[in-house]
């Protein structure tokens, strides 16, 4: 088939890449610190290989669409969620497979920013081979945005909030009694939001109030369980909490400003670690330290008002349950600063998706 101009893409290339993407999201939650990558080989109009990069560790995308391809990959046009690596690691290069392959063009989403595994293009084009990026590149950017914040050498977690809201936004009745707002399809799609994560994180507030677990339960569990944070000036934690009494087996972590405090010994002897920040900045640079690329906030208001006051959210999740909570309910952005919180008209909604009775919706702020 003839092709068009970078940028001028038909119809059928873009199924092809929604494909692809399609794929790439079958990796969810097992192949960080991998990124997810999906890939489609089409010769003559038909697709003769696909192959998703399943778990970390295990062939790449392209490799399990080779594979598939076998002899039909020669002349073909290869389109993949990302710039194929160029870069030895736990698999070969997937830039040398597609040249040994023979394939003539590649149509790549997005560059790869790793410098370790960058350059993928240029190999592939001094082999003669065809590259073009950009198709579905938001969508490719949007799926594997932690992977491409760190890869870019962001030096804290992608972070991503989330917040359950009634219809007039409030998270907690007056009577401050806690319970669901939302119903069970929203919950297992936290979950799944959970499984994405390299950390889940509360504030004390709500470690106190809610007792949470803060585990994956009810969907297909991550490779590596999520570290659970807990953010604790005063190590205040429980040590008969859910976090405290299951620490020795589930990665636990308070942040505090003083990790040698009596308290935070005690918390130590029940297997938290602490580690010590005066601040959020602080805080989310320790957590980068500890590679957590992406941490996921379910947050009070109180941390949800810090975060905004410290403009580090990248990603903003709410799920709003069709309930009212009335006079003297605790708003969700109760804590945010008036500025911040006028400043969220600007953000772009990146999906909209009902669970039920219940409405999901991506925020992003300007320019992220």
Same mark, same amino acid.
């Given at each position: 088939?003839?092709?068009?101009?970078?940028?001028?893409?038909?119809?059928?290339?873009?199924?092809?890449?929604?494909?692809?993407?399609?794929?790439?999201?079958?990796?969810?939650?097992?192949?960080?610190?991998?990124?997810?990558?999906?890939?489609?080989?089409?010769?003559?109009?038909?697709?003769?290989?696909?192959?998703?990069?399943?778990?970390?560790?295990?062939?790449?995308?392209?490799?399990?669409?080779?594979?598939?391809?076998?002899?039909?990959?020669?002349?073909?046009?290869?389109?993949?969620?990302?710039?194929?690596?160029?870069?030895?690691?736990?698999?070969?290069?997937?830039?040398?497979?597609?040249?040994?392959?023979?394939?003539?063009?590649?149509?790549?989403?997005?560059?790869?920013?790793?410098?370790?595994?960058?350059?993928?293009?240029?190999?592939?084009?001094?082999?003669?081979?065809?590259?073009?990026?950009?198709?579905?590149?938001?969508?490719?950017?949007?799926?594997?945005?932690?992977?491409?914040?760190?890869?870019?050498?962001?030096?804290?977690?992608?972070?991503?909030?989330?917040?359950?809201?009634?219809?007039?936004?409030?998270?907690?009745?007056?009577?401050?009694?806690?319970?669901?707002?939302?119903?069970?399809?929203?919950?297992?799609?936290?979950?799944?939001?959970?499984?994405?994560?390299?950390?889940?994180?509360?504030?004390?507030?709500?470690?106190?109030?809610?007792?949470?677990?803060?585990?994956?339960?009810?969907?297909?569990?991550?490779?590596?369980?999520?570290?659970?944070?807990?953010?604790?000036?005063?190590?205040?934690?429980?040590?008969?909490?859910?976090?405290?009494? !299951?620490?020795?087996?589930?990665? !636990?972590?308070?942040?505090?400003?003083?990790?040698?405090?009596?308290?935070?010994?005690?918390?130590?002897?029940?297997?938290?670690?602490?580690?010590?920040?005066?601040?959020?900045?602080?805080?989310?640079?320790?957590?980068?330290?500890?590679?957590?690329?992406?941490?996921?906030?379910?947050?009070?208001? !109180?941390?949800?008002?810090?975060?905004?006051?410290?403009?580090?959210?990248?990603?903003?999740?709410?799920?709003?349950?069709?309930?009212?909570?009335?006079?003297?309910?605790?708003?969700?952005?109760?804590?945010?600063?008036?500025?911040?919180?006028?400043?969220?008209?600007?953000?772009?909604?990146?999906?909209?998706?009902?669970?039920?009775?219940?409405?999901?919706?991506?925020?992003?702020?300007?320019?992220?």
């Amino acid at each position: 088939m003839p092709h068009a101009a970078e940028g001028a893409w038909t119809n059928r290339e873009r199924a092809w890449m929604r494909r692809a993407l399609r794929l790439a999201a079958r990796g969810w939650g097992r192949t960080a610190p991998n990124p997810m990558v999906g890939a489609v080989i089409v010769r003559d109009g038909v697709v003769v290989g696909v192959g998703h990069h399943a778990h970390f560790g295990e062939p790449h995308a392209e490799a399990m669409a080779l594979d598939q391809a076998g002899d039909r990959a020669r002349g073909a046009d290869v389109y993949c969620t990302l710039e194929p690596c160029n870069g030895h690691g736990k698999q070969p290069p997937c830039s040398e497979a597609l040249i040994a392959a023979g394939v003539r063009r590649v149509v790549a989403a997005i560059p790869d920013p790793n410098p370790a595994k960058a350059g993928g293009a240029a190999a592939l084009r001094a082999a003669g081979i065809a590259v073009e990026f950009g198709l579905e590149s938001a969508e490719a950017a949007e799926q594997n945005a932690p992977f491409l914040h760190w890869a870019g050498g962001a030096t804290r977690p992608w972070v991503t909030l989330k917040l359950a809201v009634s219809l007039d936004g409030a998270i907690a009745g007056a009577d401050r009694a806690r319970g669901w707002l939302t119903g069970e399809s929203a919950r297992r799609e936290v979950h799944r939001l959970r499984a994405s994560a390299d950390a889940i994180a509360v504030g004390i507030g709500t470690a106190i109030a809610d007792d949470p677990a803060l585990t994956v339960r009810g969907v297909r569990k991550p490779r590596v369980a999520p570290l659970r944070v807990v953010f604790d000036r005063s190590a205040r934690l429980p040590a008969d909490s859910q976090l405290a009494r !299951t620490a020795r087996r589930l990665p !636990t972590l308070i942040v505090t400003r003083d990790p040698s405090s009596d308290a935070a010994r005690a918390l130590a002897t029940r297997g938290v670690e602490a580690v010590e920040a005066g601040d959020l900045p602080s805080a989310l640079h320790a957590l980068h330290a500890r590679g957590v690329r992406h941490l996921l906030v379910e947050g009070g208001a !109180t941390l949800t008002g810090a975060l905004f006051g410290a403009n580090l959210v990248d990603r903003l999740v709410i799920f709003q349950a069709p309930v009212l909570l009335g006079a003297g309910a605790l708003h969700a952005f109760s804590a945010v600063p008036s500025a911040d919180t006028g400043a969220l008209a600007r953000w772009r909604v990146v999906e909209r998706t009902p669970f039920e009775d219940d409405l999901m919706t991506i925020l992003a702020p300007p320019g992220r």
